[in-house]
Structures are given as structure tokens and as C-alpha cells.
């Protein structure tokens, strides 16, 4: 049935690279908006970049010159790239797929189960 499955968190230190990827089953992808959200221990989930089938992209200024977001269609799978990663991007990170591309969680229809990144020395 529907999925998405999302991998490639871990421990960093101040200043790594991540790579997370979320990987689709049960439906095309490329027909969704793609999302990646985030959440810290007693803070809101908020929403950090989304990519649109015409390969267009948003970030949050948090994040922006620091992440990109990206899509293989054939592969089914979107990606997270995270450099330069800080302390304050510690966070259980979500893949969401919706229809609209704004970033509130109430738009996406379906959720991955999180994958953690931590940040720190």
C-alpha cells in the first residue's frame, strides 16, 4: 500500500553532511508535492523544503545555501542534502507528500515515520 520510508539520519558534528533520502512505494511520486519537515523535542513540527513535479523548490531561511532538495522519478525517491549542518538542525526529520505546495502540515496526505538527526561534538 502507500509508503514512504525515510533513511540517512545519524550523528554528526557542527559543520557535516547528511544525505536523507524517502523512498515511495504504492504510488508515483512524481505526481505529489515532496516535503521534508522537521521537529525537535518540545517545538512544532515545521516545514523545511518542499519540491514540486516541475522540479521547483522552496526552503526555509534556516536552511537555505545550506540544503537542497531533489527528485529521481525513476528511482521513486526524493532527497534531503544537509551541509554545513548546526546544532539547531538536531531533529526527527519527516517526508510528506501532498497536492499543495505550501508547507503546513495539514496539506500533506501522507507521512514517512521519521528518521533522527543529531547534531553535536
Known amino acids: 500500500q502507500v509508503q514512504l520510508v525515510e533513511s540517512g539520519g545519524g550523528l554528526v558534528q557542527p559543520g557535516g553532511s547528511l544525505r536523507l533520502s524517502c523512498a515511495a512505494s504504492?504510488?508515483?511520486?512524481?505526481?505529489?508535492?515532496v516535503a521534508w519537515f522537521r521537529q525537535a523535542p518540545g517545538k512544532e513540527r515545521e516545514g523545511v523544503s518542499f519540491i514540486r513535479n516541475s522540479g521547483s523548490t522552496y526552503y526555509l531561511d534556516a536552511v537555505k545555501g545550506r540544503f537542497t532538495i531533489s527528485r529521481d522519478n525513476a528511482k521513486n525517491t526524493v532527497y534531503l542534502q544537509m551541509n554545513s549542518l548546526k546544532p539547531e538542525d538536531t531533529a526527527v526529520y519527516y517526508c510528506a507528500a501532498g497536492s499543495i505546495p505550501i508547507l503546513e502540515k495539514r496539506l500533506f496526505d501522507y507521512w514517512g515515520q521519521g528518521t533522527q538527526v543529531t547534531v553535536s561534538s
Open positions: 504504492g504510488f508515483a511520486l512524481e505526481r505529489f508535492v
